[in-house]
């Protein structure tokens, strides 16, 4: 039984940063790739960044490229999303996810993710 849990959200003023981390457990970690997604008040969940299963790929929704980075520790069975100058409207909770396949370059869709976390707020003020 794959199991995602996260943590790191929190409150953060506008322009400021968060690290947040997912810790897997349940099947050989650095086989998959992975990603991290969000969700605001009356939105859909809509993806932020993922992660190859060896950590050399990465991609990054437009709205975040230079200002979030998604990496991956293989020996701590965690993967981080480094969040910098965040905004008010970044507000939302934040899940990992993990495919059902090994050996993926990274996703970018939700419907291509089979494990979920129970996801951590991130509240920016203005």
């Known amino acids: 039984q794959v199991q995602l849990v996260e943590s790191g959200g929190g409150l953060v003023q506008a322009g400021g940063s968060l690290r947040l981390s997912c810790a897997a457990s349940g099947r050989a970690f650095s086989n998959y790739a992975m990603g991290w997604f969000r969700q605001a008040p009356g939105k859909e969940r809509e993806f932020v960044a993922t992660i190859s299963w060896g950590g050399g790929a990465t991609y990054y929704a437009d709205s975040v490229k230079g200002r979030f980075t998604i990496s991956r520790d293989n020996a701590k069975s965690t993967v981080y999303l480094q969040m910098n100058s965040l905004k008010p409207e970044e507000t939302a909770v934040y899940y990992c996810?993990?495919?059902?396949?090994?050996?993926?370059?990274?996703?970018?869709?939700?419907?291509?993710?089979?494990?979920w976390g129970q996801g951590t707020q991130v509240t920016v003020s203005s």
């Open positions: 996810a993990a495919p059902p396949g090994a050996y993926g370059l990274g996703y970018v869709t939700a419907s291509q993710y089979f494990y």
